[in-house]
């Protein structure tokens, strides 16, 4: 099915699907790496529990830098500019290597760098597949569509996990699990169906009763 527009959470975040779906060119995806993700659940969270990117006993991370996308290099907190310094290509993605020795003399030496490092290292894996979705990810358009994902599949999950019970696959082979999704599916559907014909019995009798 070409043209299909497919809206994942990072759960199914891989290298190899990332890189099919691209090179496929028959779907459109929108899924969040990591970074995203865990941007959107804070997003949810109350403000007393919500994560502060608090100095760690490694140091300054990628978390606590801005990634200068022009020029691709990391900037850290004491405006030091970490260049790229070598480029490790993989099959799906490429290890990029961003470094700097200009830490000698810097102010938070003693919180970023543990005693012996003598420079600051970044690693990035990534690809153009990659970078496509996470910058398709961030626009305007992309967050909208991606809006619609959690009401049309969240309930319907926690739907059957917590009220049908259906927490897990019994079935081996993709057919059976899809066999067994149609059935828990038609199941949610039956209950509906109920639900609704249950509903307008009980207003036919309040209308019967009112006349």
Request: charged share 25%.
């Amino acid at each position: 099915m070409q043209n299909m527009d497919i809206l994942a959470d990072n759960g199914y975040y891989t290298n190899q699907t990332i890189h099919d779906i691209y090179e496929e060119g028959k779907y459109s995806i929108l899924m969040p790496n990591r970074e995203q993700a865990g941007k959107q659940k804070d997003c949810l969270r109350r403000n007393s529990q919500r994560k502060t990117n608090t100095n760690k006993k490694d140091g300054y991370g990628k978390h606590n830098m801005i990634k200068d996308e022009e020029n691709y290099a990391y900037i850290c907190p004491e405006n030091k500019i970490l260049p790229v310094k070598q480029v490790y290509p993989g099959k799906y993605t490429d290890r990029i290597i961003f470094y700097t020795s200009e830490c000698s003399k810097c102010p938070s030496k003693k919180i970023c760098l543990t005693n012996k490092m003598t420079g600051k290292v970044i690693t990035d894996y990534t690809s153009y597949a990659k970078e496509l979705l996470a910058y398709k990810f961030e626009t305007p358009n992309g967050q909208a569509q991606y809006k619609k994902r959690m009401p049309m599949v969240e309930p319907r999950f926690a739907y059957n996990k917590y009220t049908l019970k259906y927490r897990q696959y019994h079935l081996l082979g993709l057919s059976n699990a899809k066999m067994q999704q149609t059935l828990m599916a038609t199941a949610q559907n039956i209950v509906k169906i109920h639900n609704i014909e249950q509903k307008e019995l009980t207003n036919n009798k309040k209308t019967i009763n009112l006349n």
